[in-house]
Nanobody, 122 residues
Framework: QMQLVESGGGLVQAGGSLRLSCAASGRTFNTYAMGWFRQAPGKEREFVAAISGAERTYYAESVKGRFTISRDNAKNTVYLQMNSLNTEDTAVYYC????????????????WGQGTQVTVSS
């Protein structure tokens, strides 16, 4: 079992930045791929970014060049640095985990956090 707790969401103006954090329980964090998904009101959950156990990163086209995913295995934490935010980034952001290999498919992830709200104002 792995428990995930997100933090760092909030309200920010367009063009601003936020850093989300996700703290994971468990002693085998470095063997898990970690991902971020988001869900805006009235929309389906969508892939944002992922980082494998080998620290290979993947991004949705909509966030490439603006968002950066990273992990600190010593702290059992994954981060999502979000820059140049726009109103379309407004959503609940979820941290996810699955064993070793990353995926852009939410159905492949076994563990989910409770989500953190990110609101970007114009």
């Amino acid at each position: 079992q792995m428990q995930l707790v997100e933090s760092g969401g909030g309200l920010v103006q367009a063009g601003g930045s936020l850093r989300l954090s996700c703290a994971a329980s468990g002693r085998t964090f470095n063997t898990y791929a970690m991902g971020w998904f988001r869900q805006a009101p009235g929309k389906e959950r969508e892939f944002v970014a992922a980082i494998s156990g080998a620290e290979r990163t993947y991004y949705a086209e909509s966030v490439k060049g603006r968002f950066t995913i990273s992990r600190d295995n010593a702290k059992n934490t994954v981060y999502l640095q979000m820059n140049s935010l726009n109103t379309e980034d407004t959503a609940v952001y979820y941290c996810t985990a699955r064993y070793y290999y990353s995926s852009t498919d939410s159905a492949q992830y076994a563990y989910w956090g409770q989500g953190t709200q990110v609101t970007v104002s114009s």
